[in-house]
């Protein structure tokens, strides 16, 4: 896995999701990105029923189960601001059994799901994000594969999305701007989805776009 | 007196023939079994075929050698007419395996004497055994009787060790014991005799009927398909999972304490 | 956050409704060595494995009901390896037709952050100990033998004690739930250990 930045891109004034969506897959399909295939990246939000975990630490924090369509077999569970865990599948049957001590807040799963382009060494995801069946707006992932390290590569990851994203390119991610110069953990897709806990978090506040339903 | 003997014959033929026939038999059965059964074929069974027909052999050569048996070596056939033509009743007689009694097939049907070839190799195995001294050949006979002997003891002594060695596992020394088990089940499964990070008193070690784990949710309420198989893979193989959560019998609880004080009480 | 509603959560992937069948017994040290030589001769042919392996046991209190117990596993042979985190339901001991002990069981494999990750859920560590033996596998069945030790500082393990003279010996097979059947392989698989050892399936509610 190489350096990746997910952000959110507003949708176009005047314009439905579903239309600044096509809009995008037009820009890139005019700079030569390739379709590849689509995928999906969701969240499930868990909290620590009243009697579980400690009196100490009130309120408890909310727990995150995602999955990623590029890591199927693994599951990823995070609280925000860390730790994070990476697990196998069977986390999901893990959490079953949990049920007593964490809910499943169902009404806060949120999705980005959306169509996969290969543009030379860059993977670009054009995601809808949803929550209770309604579009809440939209998720652009970008990877350069060929690269593991943010520092040396996060210019020429600017330019490339200027190139159709304009002015919504966003700055380094803090996931990387926290860390230390050097190596990117490139063994799991952590980081990647620490980023789209925040995009997906930013989203669940955010007012629901008026007949922006889901087609 | 001739006519005695010619009674004498034809009896011995025919007690020879429904021996024969019944070693046929079995025979056949046999290679039945091993042809259509052999998937259920057990080895003991096949064993038991080959008790059968070694024991008929062994009548037929009791027959051959008793002593009222005339000695049918001196018994002289002559083919007195071969013909190309097919022959019935021959047919009948040697059940369809001998249709014709032809130049071509009497020869060998009527053969006293090993294949020219067979002759020819027997003949130079001889000469070669007269080549050799009788010295060397003693000296040869020897050498053999010794590494047979040899492999003959290599084979009989780690057998006469295993034996006794499980022996002695059988009779005096138990190779387990109960107590040991149920410490060291009570331990993977409760944490029993190890040493508790919790406060103390939160959950007794030991404490009866008291189940440590909540059930869960009911696996009825889970509805999915697909339940693969592929975890088996998943984990490490060396990270097993030892434990299981068994209440500690009360009886066992002074052993778990005096282990607990390094002190084993089945120490030798 | 204004409280999320709550409801049965979709499982979206992972295998559910695993079952281990297990029988348990142990063998005293001075044994080993034949019940390994007769194990290497039932098992299937491979690479003798051994292991070593630190388990810490992790207890979820809620105010009501029982504590949540995890094991977390690592191994101290291989220390890059990942984590394994299994959860273990109330073994069924079932009637006399039915050889094993069964319980309901789910494995995940977890990255390294797993303690922390275990704490900040409201897991709490209870107590942990070092396992060191060698498995083997006849198909499906798998057979442990292993040396439980305590571990007298919290959290060294190379400061252990052994907790007995013998070395834990546990028969198991992961099924589906309802596949009873396997639980005759596992008998008769037993019947070849004695009288070297007995496993049996060891009753929580017995005596």
Not at chain 2, 114 to 134: C, F, M, N, T, Y
Not at chain 3, 107 to 119: M, Y
Not at chain 3, 136 to 158: E, I, M, Q, Y
Request: aromatic letters at 6%.
């Amino acid at each position: 896995m190489g350096v990746t930045c997910v952000c959110q891109v507003p949708i176009l004034e005047g314009k439905s999701v579903q239309q600044t969506v096509d809009m995008l897959h037009k820009k890139l399909e005019q700079l030569g990105a390739v379709k590849q295939g689509s995928f999906f990246v969701d969240c499930e939000t868990y909290h620590a029923t009243s009697n579980a975990s400690g009196k100490k630490r009130q309120p408890s924090k909310l727990l995150y189960v995602m999955h990623n369509s590029e890591t199927p077999l693994s599951c990823l569970a995070l609280f925000e601001g860390g730790p994070y865990l990476t697990a196998d599948v069977n986390f999901d049957v893990l959490m079953v059994k949990l049920k007593s001590h964490f809910q499943n807040a169902k009404g806060h799963k949120v999705e980005s799901r959306g169509t996969r382009y290969r543009y030379c060494d860059f993977l670009v995801k054009v995601g809808t994000v949803t929550m209770s069946s309604s579009a809440r707006g939209i998720s652009v992932e970008v990877e350069y594969c060929a690269c593991v390290v943010p520092g040396d590569c996060w210019n020429l990851m600017k330019e490339f999305m200027q190139s159709f994203l304009g002015s919504n390119v966003p700055e380094l991610p803090s996931v990387f701007a926290a860390k230390p110069e050097g190596l990117y953990a490139p063994v799991d897709c952590m980081d990647t989805m620490v980023q789209y806990l925040e995009l997906f978090s930013k989203v669940r506040k955010q007012q629901v776009i008026p007949g922006a339903s889901v087609r | 007196m001739q006519q005695r003997e010619e009674k004498q014959l034809e009896a011995s033929v025919e007690s020879l023939i429904s021996r024969v026939a019944h070693l046929k038999n079995s025979l056949h059965g046999f290679i039945y079994k091993l042809e259509n059964e052999y998937d259920r074929l057990t080895w003991p069974s096949v064993l038991d075929n080959f008790a059968l027909l070694s024991g008929q052999l062994n009548t037929i050569n009791k027959l051959l050698k008793n002593e009222k048996t005339p000695s049918f070596r001196n018994q002289i056939i002559i083919p007195l007419l071969l013909s190309p033509e097919r022959d019935e009743e021959l047919a009948r007689l040697t059940e369809q395996r001998v249709p014709v009694f032809s130049h071509e097939i009497v020869p060998d049907h009527l053969r006293t004497k090993p294949d020219p070839e067979v002759e020819e190799q027997e003949k130079q195995l001889s000469a070669e055994a007269a080549r050799i001294g009788p010295e060397v050949a003693q000296k040869q006979i020897q050498t053999l009787n010794k590494l047979c002997s040899n492999l003959l003891e290599k084979l009989n002594n780690p057998r006469d060790d295993r034996e006794s060695e499980s022996a002695a596992i059988r009779q005096n020394k138990p190779s387990f014991n109960p107590a040991d088990t149920n410490a060291l089940v009570g331990a993977v499964g409760y944490g029993k005799g190890l040493s508790k990070c919790r406060p103390p008193g939160s959950v007794a070690p030991g404490h009866p009927g008291q189940p440590m784990m909540t059930g869960g949710p009911t696996l009825q309420q889970v509805t999915i398909g697909g339940a693969q198989g592929h975890q088996a893979g998943m984990a490490p193989v060396a990270q097993q999972q030892a434990g299981q959560p068994g209440k500690m019998p009360s009886n066992i609880k002074t052993n778990i304490k005096s282990a607990s004080a390094s002190m084993h009480p089945y120490n030798r | 956050m204004e409280a999320p509603p709550v409801t049965v959560m979709p499982v979206t992937g992972g295998t559910i409704n695993m079952m281990e069948y297990l029988l348990q017994g142990s063998v005293l040290d001075q044994a080993l060595d034949s019940l390994l030589h007769r194990l290497r001769g039932l098992c299937d042919n491979m690479e003798p494995e051994s292991f070593a392996d630190h388990e810490l046991v992790y207890l979820l209190k809620g105010q009501q009901g029982n504590p949540f117990m995890l094991r977390a596993r690592r191994s101290l042979a291989h220390p890059t390896a990942p984590w394994h985190l299994r959860y273990l339901g109330q073994p069924e001991v079932g009637d006399k037709s039915r050889h094993a002990l069964v319980r309901n069981c789910v494995d995940v494999a977890a990255s390294h952050s797993l303690p922390d990750f275990l704490n900040e859920m409201g897991f709490r560590m209870d107590h942990e100990f070092v396992a060191k033996g060698h498995v083997f596998r006849k198909g499906a069945l798998k057979v442990v033998v292993s040396k439980v030790s305590r571990v007298l500082v919290p959290g060294n393990t190379d400061n252990i004690e052994p907790l007995s003279l013998s070395y834990l010996v546990e028969l198991s097979v992961l099924a589906p739930a309802g596949q009873d059947t396997v639980s005759e392989d596992m008998r008769s698989f037993a019947e070849q250990l004695k009288p070297l050892v007995h496993l049996e399936k060891i009753d929580p509610k017995r005596v």
